[in-house]
């Protein structure tokens, strides 16, 4: 008990405010296991000054001459300041540390659709986040109810340091991704990134269940909640395992070769953004040899005037062969399969596109090697 109140004390000297400050270093004391994940998510990485990918395209943006870098909204939110105009881009804490920050997310009180990208509403109340409970849905707990902290130690009563509210239904269906994830056009009116995001009578699941699945260890260590979600949404360090359950494939032998299905369980279109590149490859081995099979390719390109072009200049779509939400894609090879044939399909993409890596001066081998999404091996008997 004398640890828990001198970490109160301790913690009672921060107070978050509508200015620049750093928030996460407040959270970390109670949630120390979320706090690592994100540490390693994208999220935490989203600023030119931890993102080389980020930086790579906004060095060539034409914005970055007129100093306005309006990456921020979605970028790095909690740089209040820059977000509201009142300072410029620079290497502040804000933009290595938490450019993206906890309460990025988890002030987030509604998402205002517009056409060329939605916009974050974030609550002005300063210490209330916004969360999800079976238990308390449609409820607020306030810390300052409790007149004592000894019943935190037995029973789930609320936070010490802020208020929960469970009443936000933009956290049960999972809206709150959108403000930043739905779309984008460009100064041209055009859409250069779309998740397509399709409703589904079947499926149950959401960006958060999927993205944020239930792993085990507590989310706060002032007791023990059993589980937590995961906050390591990634690319770069991704456990993409995690997510293959959701991407399905199966073999079907016809009589002239076979079809590799694939079949997507997102409600979103995969690999949308333009600089990913996601492949099927799959190989035969026979008598112990190799059968390597022709690559396909998933990607939208865009461009103007018929070539492709940076997407601040695209007006077209020239070719767009990416997975839809709940698609079931088909691709057809013509070698015939014989007995005993072992085929392996693996569905995975490259996080920048190797040639535009080029153009960008991108080398960072892993963001240019084929990343692994799921996989498959096929027996023919
Ligand atoms: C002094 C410890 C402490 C600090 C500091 C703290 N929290 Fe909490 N937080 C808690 C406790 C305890 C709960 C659990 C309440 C319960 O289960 O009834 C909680 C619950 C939450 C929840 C809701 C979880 C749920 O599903 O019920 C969120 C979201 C949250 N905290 C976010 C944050 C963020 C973001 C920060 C930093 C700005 C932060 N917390 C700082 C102790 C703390
Ligand atoms: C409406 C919100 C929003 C705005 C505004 C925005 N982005 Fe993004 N950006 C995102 C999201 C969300 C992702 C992750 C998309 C994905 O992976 O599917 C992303 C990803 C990227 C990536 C790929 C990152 C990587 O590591 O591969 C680049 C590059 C990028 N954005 C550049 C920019 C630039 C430059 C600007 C400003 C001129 C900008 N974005 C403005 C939301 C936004
Ligand atoms: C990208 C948005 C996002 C960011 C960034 C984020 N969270 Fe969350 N967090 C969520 C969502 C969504 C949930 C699930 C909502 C729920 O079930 O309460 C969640 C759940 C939680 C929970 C409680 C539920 C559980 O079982 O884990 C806590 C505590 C929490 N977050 C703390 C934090 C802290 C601390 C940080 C910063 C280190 C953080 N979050 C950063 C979106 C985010
Ligand atoms: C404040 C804006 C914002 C919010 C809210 C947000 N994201 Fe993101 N997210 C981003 C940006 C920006 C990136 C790309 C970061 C970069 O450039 O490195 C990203 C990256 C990601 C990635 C990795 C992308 C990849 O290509 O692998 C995933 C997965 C993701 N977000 C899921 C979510 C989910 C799920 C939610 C809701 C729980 C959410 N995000 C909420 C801005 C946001
Ligand atoms: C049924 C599970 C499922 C649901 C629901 C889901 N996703 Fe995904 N998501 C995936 C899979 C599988 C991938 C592909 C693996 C990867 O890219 O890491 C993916 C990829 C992504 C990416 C990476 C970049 C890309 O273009 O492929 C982002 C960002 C993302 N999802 C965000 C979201 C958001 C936001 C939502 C809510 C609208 C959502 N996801 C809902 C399974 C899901």
């Not at 270093?25 to 109670?30: F, I, N, Q, S, Y």
């Not at 906004?58 to 970055?64: E, F, R």
């Not at 390591?232 to 494939?249: D, E, F, I, M, Q």
């Not at 960008?360 to 498959?376: A, C, N, Q």
Request: net charge positive.
């Amino acid at each position: 008990m004398k640890k828990f109140m001198l970490l109160v004390l301790s913690i009672g000297a921060i107070t978050l405010s509508a200015s620049n400050k750093l928030e996460n270093a407040t959270c970390v004391k109670c949630h120390p296991k979320i706090f690592k994940e994100y540490e390693n998510s994208m999220h935490k990485n989203a600023s030119i000054y931890n993102d080389p990918v980020h930086k790579a395209i906004w060095d060539l943006h034409p914005a970055k001459k007129k100093g306005n870098y309006k990456c921020a909204k979605c970028h790095t939110p909690a740089d209040r300041d820059l977000v509201a105009g009142k300072t410029s881009l620079a290497k502040t804490d804000i933009q290595t540390k938490e450019p993206i920050s906890c309460l990025s997310c988890h002030q987030i009180e509604s998402i205002e659709k517009h056409k060329k990208a939605n916009k974050n509403i974030y609550t002005k109340k300063e210490k209330t986040f916004f969360a999800t409970s079976k238990e308390h849905k449609g409820t607020k707990l306030l810390y300052h109810d409790k007149s004592s902290f000894f019943g935190l130690f037995k029973t789930r009563v609320g936070s010490p340091y802020h208020d929960i509210d469970y009443s936000n239904e933009n956290f049960y269906d999972a809206k709150m991704c959108l403000g930043c994830h739905d779309h984008k056009q460009n100064g041209k009116e055009f859409m250069i990134c779309d998740m397509q995001i399709k409703k589904s009578d079947s499926s149950k699941e959401t960006c958060i269940t999927c993205h944020m699945p239930k792993e085990k260890g507590s989310f706060v260590n002032l007791h023990d909640s059993k589980t937590h979600r995961f906050h390591g949404a990634t690319a770069l360090v991704a456990r993409p395992n995690r997510l293959s359950k959701h991407l399905l494939l199966t073999l079907e032998k016809e009589s002239e070769g076979f079809t590799i299905m694939i079949e997507n369980k997102a409600n979103h279109t995969l690999a949308m953004q333009p600089l990913r590149l996601a492949k099927l490859k799959v190989t035969i081995s026979r008598d112990g040899k190799i059968i390597a099979q022709e690559e396909q390719s998933f990607q939208k390109v865009i461009g103007t005037n018929g070539k492709p072009s940076m997407p601040w200049l695209a007006t077209e779509v020239l070719s767009d062969k990416t997975i839809k939400a709940f698609e079931k894609r088909k691709v057809h090879f013509e070698t015939k399969l014989e007995k005993g044939d072992e085929i392996v399909a693996k569905f995975g993409y490259h996080i920048v596109n190797p040639k535009v890596a080029e153009k960008l001066g991108i080398s960072d081998k892993k963001l240019l090697e084929f990343t692994v999404l799921t996989k498959r091996r096929f027996m023919q008997k």
